[in-house]
């Protein structure tokens, strides 16, 4: 949109409320003028003040995220009530938000749903999607699958990308529809194409695992490669996997390792597993026993069982750390407990050559 800036400047600086929210959008999203949060924060604040509702909400939006003003959460509440009263549908929506997840204010299902209902109700699909979450979670209200469908396929209407994810899950479950991976696929796909990374993902394992199209491994590392570049911890996880197995990529350890190590700082456990196996064996990576029992002890203290086996092994063989029998038998334990079925027999073998 082309607007005369210094036409529009001369307003606000006049005093115009409506002048000066619109020169607040300009620096807020960089139109006809370079992206500058502390002067969109600026201009919202002088037709906040004077009543702007569309000024109050994006006020909020600014202390919310701190941009351009210190964060906040109390006075974005603040300026999206406001406008929230006045039944700005996007305060409403951003209010709901807070109370769901409690910022700024206590957490409050019940709340957050009065706000998500009053913008859905006005056809605003982020809220229609939002209330459908709520649904399906049984957040604030009953849990009902069949009423989020409903929503978020209202929302899918509007092109609201979450949606579109979301209807895809509910037909891969068969939660509040009957079960169809096609229909899945098609709704995961609508999103991925939109650079949903989690949508890319899923559509990934549609692929690699032949559920609702062919199974086709290339196409599934296609998929996994765009969600991991977005920094997707579970794609970047597969795309390791793909390459450490040859499917769908010529094999390749340290393309596997690069891709599990970018997963692995983003504390996903079966990464992490993945790369101690790799410094544990020296696979694509040069070998090293203590490397391999500090990403098996991070997962492990995540409470994921295949890491607390292999730790306690690395405690059982001395690998890595000093040999020690009984934290060997802690992490063991702690395994069989997160469902590890161990092999006992082996574990007793392991432990006897050790000592003898």
């Not at 305060?91 to 109370?99: E, F, K, P």
């Not at 296609?222 to 390791?240: I, P, S, V």
């Not at 101690?276 to 696979?283: L, V």
């Not at 934290?327 to 006897?352: I, T, Y």
Request: charged share 25%; with cysteine; glycine share 8%.
């Amino acid at each position: 949109m082309n607007i005369d800036i210094d036409y529009l400047m001369e307003d606000a600086q006049a005093g115009d409320a409506y002048a000066q929210f619109i020169l607040g959008n300009c620096y807020y999203y960089g139109d006809n003028l370079n992206q500058d949060y502390e002067q969109a924060a600026f201009w919202f604040k002088k037709s906040a003040v004077q009543g702007d509702i569309k000024a109050q909400n994006m006020l909020g939006v600014c202390y919310y995220l701190g941009l351009g003003i210190k964060q906040d959460h109390r006075q974005a509440i603040f300026w999206f009530m406001k406008a929230a009263e006045q039944n700005d549908i996007e305060a409403q929506r951003n209010l709901g938000d807070c109370y769901y997840y409690g910022n700024g204010v206590e957490q409050n299902y019940n709340e957050a749903v009065k706000y998500f209902k009053k913008a859905a109700e006005e056809d605003f699909a982020p809220a229609q999607y939002s209330l459908a979450v709520c649904y399906y979670e049984g957040n604030g209200v009953k849990q009902n699958y069949e009423k989020a469908v409903e929503l978020f396929k209202k929302a899918t209407k509007q092109d609201f990308v979450p949606a579109q994810f979301n209807l895809g899950i509910c037909y891969y479950y068969g939660e509040g529809v009957e079960q169809d991976y096609e229909k899945s696929v098609y709704w995961y796909r609508k999103a991925a194409e939109q650079d949903f990374p989690q949508a890319q993902f899923n559509l990934g394992v549609c692929y690699h695992f032949g559920e609702g199209v062919e199974q086709d491994y290339e196409k599934a590392v296609k998929w996994y490669k765009k969600a991991a570049k977005q920094d997707n911890a579970q794609a970047q996880y597969n795309l390791g996997a793909c390459y450490h197995f040859g499917e769908g990529v010529e094999q390749d350890y340290e393309k596997a390792a690069k891709w599990y190590k970018k997963a692995a700082k983003q504390h996903y456990a079966p990464a992490m597993c993945s790369l101690g196996n790799y410094y544990y064996y020296g696979d694509g990576v040069e070998q090293n026993y203590e490397k391999a029992v500090y990403w098996y002890r991070i997962a492990a203290e995540q409470n994921f069982g295949y890491a607390q086996e292999l730790l306690g092994n690395c405690y059982l063989l001395g690998s890595g750390v000093p040999q020690d029998n009984k934290k060997a038998k802690m992490w063991h334990d702690r395994a069989k407990e997160n469902g590890e079925e161990l092999d006992e027999e082996l574990l007793e073998e392991m432990k006897e050559a050790f000592n003898s």
